[in-house]
């Protein structure tokens, strides 16, 4: 089992539209999550850290569950300039301390 | 903004020559971090650093070496490019007390013929 999962997509939604992606990790001793914003050819850039007891950050939501080992991330009223591909991320525990990158989900929004 | 840069941004070279991909930042991180990533595939770690002096390999086999006798540099070089070598490379990195919190360069596309 790869240790950080996410459906690749890609998602086609409509402007204004909610869309939620989740993203499931294997290592329940993991204490630290991110959702990355990657467009085409371009470098991660940090969208949000996840928190235990979920955050919010404008139109994003980013929600923990830990009995079931995965992270989500909910965008409300989706603009075009949100097409990009989100990629989840959770620290590696391998006895050095980065993150492990899941392959990302794309989202497509179309007016 | 992170204040982290890659160069070159581009590189397209033959079999067989030595390259050094360039990283620099400027934020005093001491963590620095080498990813390789091929189109529609996750980030894989190759090389990472801790400080100057400090090198590991990451969870991906590579031939590349890096080195860090300077916070704020942190070049990766191939001996000899194949084109098997052929990806996007970024570079990374982190404060120590916040590790986990990564800044990317812009990544070099390197293809090799």
């Known amino acids: 089992r790869k240790e950080v999962e996410q459906d690749p997509g890609p998602f086609n939604v409509p402007e204004g539209a909610t869309v939620a992606f989740n993203c499931t990790y294997s290592?329940?001793?993991?204490?630290?999550f991110f959702w990355y914003r990657q467009d085409c050819r371009k470098e991660p850039k940090l969208l949000m850290s996840v928190y235990s007891s979920g955050n919010e950050d404008g139109r994003f939501t980013a929600q923990l569950n830990r009995a079931s080992q995965y992270i989500s991330l909910l965008i409300r009223d989706s603009k075009l300039s949100d097409s990009a591909t989100y990629l989840c991320?959770?620290?590696?525990?391998?006895?050095?301390?980065?993150?492990?990158f899941g392959k990302g989900t794309m989202l497509l929004v179309s007016p | 903004e992170a204040d982290i840069y890659q160069t070159p941004r581009y590189l397209v070279i033959g079999t067989g020559k030595k390259i050094t991909l360039e990283c620099s930042q400027t934020?005093?991180?001491?963590?620095m971090y080498w990813y390789q990533q091929d189109p529609g595939m996750e980030l894989h770690l190759i090389h990472y650093s801790y400080g100057v002096n400090s090198t590991e390999k990451g969870d991906l086999s590579s031939e590349s070496t890096v080195s860090r006798i300077r916070t704020e540099h942190f070049p990766l070089t191939l001996e000899s490019a194949r084109p098997s070598h052929t990806s996007q490379y970024l570079c990374a990195s982190s404060r120590q007390e916040s590790s986990e919190k990564l800044f990317f360069g812009s990544g070099t596309q390197l293809s090799v013929l």
């Open positions: 991320a959770v620290n590696s525990l391998k006895g050095y301390s980065t993150l492990t």
């Open positions: 934020m005093g991180h001491d963590k």
């Open positions: 290592n329940s001793a993991s204490q630290s």
